[in-house]
């Protein structure tokens, strides 16, 4: 006898019967004549983690007012509230009419932001300022907007603190989904499970990553100044950009420029040295 069930998959599947905790934010953007509006939005991840091009992705019914602002302006903020915020979020969740600043019937504070023209929420202590990069319109669905993040911005005293002491602090409201679409559910980061990532039992990190074609003295060393795990990525991405520049030996130059095209730079190795 097994323990499991199929269930019959529905509209809102990911915060039906399945669960999701996600990220609390509340979305400002500008309408077509000025008006600020705000609305909390969860369906919401990275999409490009390199400096070079750093990407969110959202999810929006599409005639929201947020989506339908966003294509009109092309900008918007994130702003992650902290869980002494949620009965004001959830007062942006309401449907007030088109051109209603929903802010105005909370406790928020509207600040300028720094690089877009939608104002930012000073209580929120972590904010992406963010412009459109791409939007897809599914078919009698979501509305997904790809953001390309302008700027982070985040409150003065989190700069400098270890990520304990930031969960801490900024106490970000985790979202436990909603019954009915009509009561929402909230935790908050009450319990911290710590975990030391530490070596594999057996067999190297990064041994799986082999060359071939012929690297040069140059190129080697470089390459071994790549933490492990991405090594394997590293040898078949500069392999790829050598065949297409037509040069039989990968050497130090060849690396140093799709290094260098791909924003690969020394920031992101030190991210995943510590586990190398
Ligand atoms: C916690 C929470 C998260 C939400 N996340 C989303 C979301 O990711 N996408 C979406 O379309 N609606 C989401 N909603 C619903 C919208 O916030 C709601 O429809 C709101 O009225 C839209 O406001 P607007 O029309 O001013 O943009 C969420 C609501 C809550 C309370």
Same mark, same amino acid.
């Given at each position: 006898?097994?323990?499991?069930?199929?269930?019959?998959?529905?509209?809102?599947?990911?915060?039906?019967?399945?669960?999701?905790?996600?990220?609390?934010?509340?979305?400002?953007?500008?309408?077509?004549?000025?008006?600020?509006?705000?609305?909390?939005?969860?369906?919401?991840?990275?999409?490009?983690?390199?400096?070079?091009?750093?990407?969110? @992705?959202? !999810?929006?019914? %599409?005639?929201?007012?947020?989506?339908?602002?966003?294509? %009109?302006?092309?900008?918007?903020?994130?702003?992650?509230?902290?869980?002494?915020?949620?009965?004001?979020?959830?007062?942006?969740?309401?449907?007030?009419?088109?051109?209603?600043?929903? @802010?105005?019937?909370?406790?928020?504070? %509207?600040?300028?932001?720094?690089?877009?023209?939608?104002?930012?929420?000073?209580?929120?202590?972590?904010?992406?300022?963010?412009?459109?990069?791409?939007?897809?319109?599914?078919?009698?669905?979501? !509305?997904?907007?790809?953001?390309?993040?302008?700027?982070?911005?985040?409150?003065?005293?989190?700069?400098?603190?270890?990520?304990?002491?930031?969960?801490?602090?900024?106490?970000?409201?985790? !979202?436990?989904?909603?019954?009915?679409? %009509?009561?929402?559910?909230?935790?908050?980061?009450?319990? @911290?499970?710590?975990?030391?990532?530490?070596?594999?039992?057996?067999?190297?990190?990064?041994?799986?990553?082999?060359?071939?074609?012929?690297?040069?003295?140059?190129?080697?060393?470089?390459?071994?100044?790549?933490?492990?795990?991405?090594?394997?990525?590293?040898?078949?991405?500069?392999?790829?950009?050598?065949?297409?520049?037509?040069?039989?030996?990968?050497?130090?130059?060849?690396?140093?420029?799709?290094?260098?095209?791909? !924003?690969?730079?020394?920031?992101?190795?030190?991210?995943?040295?510590?586990?190398?």
């Amino acid at each position: 006898m097994t323990r499991k069930e199929e269930i019959k998959i529905k509209p809102f599947w990911y915060s039906d019967i399945w669960l999701w905790p996600k990220l609390i934010t509340i979305i400002t953007t500008l309408d077509k004549n000025g008006t600020v509006n705000a609305g909390p939005y969860s369906h919401i991840m990275q999409y490009d983690v390199m400096t070079k091009n750093p990407r969110m @992705l959202i !999810g929006f019914r %599409q005639d929201s007012h947020t989506f339908v602002n966003i294509e %009109q302006t092309g900008e918007f903020v994130v702003n992650c509230p902290s869980a002494s915020h949620l009965d004001d979020m959830m007062e942006t969740a309401k449907f007030y009419p088109e051109g209603i600043n929903e @802010l105005e019937f909370t406790k928020f504070t %509207q600040i300028p932001s720094k690089k877009v023209s939608p104002p930012s929420l000073e209580e929120c202590p972590q904010i992406a300022e963010c412009t459109v990069d791409e939007i897809i319109k599914l078919e009698k669905s979501s !509305g997904i907007v790809i953001g390309k993040i302008e700027a982070i911005v985040v409150d003065k005293e989190l700069v400098d603190m270890g990520r304990e002491e930031r969960i801490k602090t900024m106490d970000l409201p985790i !979202g436990m989904g909603d019954e009915a679409r %009509q009561t929402y559910y909230h935790t908050t980061a009450e319990t @911290l499970i710590k975990h030391d990532l530490g070596q594999p039992k057996s067999a190297m990190q990064g041994a799986d990553a082999k060359t071939s074609m012929e690297w040069d003295n140059d190129a080697t060393e470089m390459l071994m100044g790549v933490p492990p795990p991405l090594r394997k990525m590293v040898i078949e991405n500069t392999e790829e950009f050598a065949v297409e520049k037509k040069e039989k030996t990968v050497t130090g130059e060849v690396f140093r420029e799709l290094a260098k095209s791909v !924003g690969m730079d020394p920031d992101v190795m030190e991210r995943f040295r510590s586990g190398g």
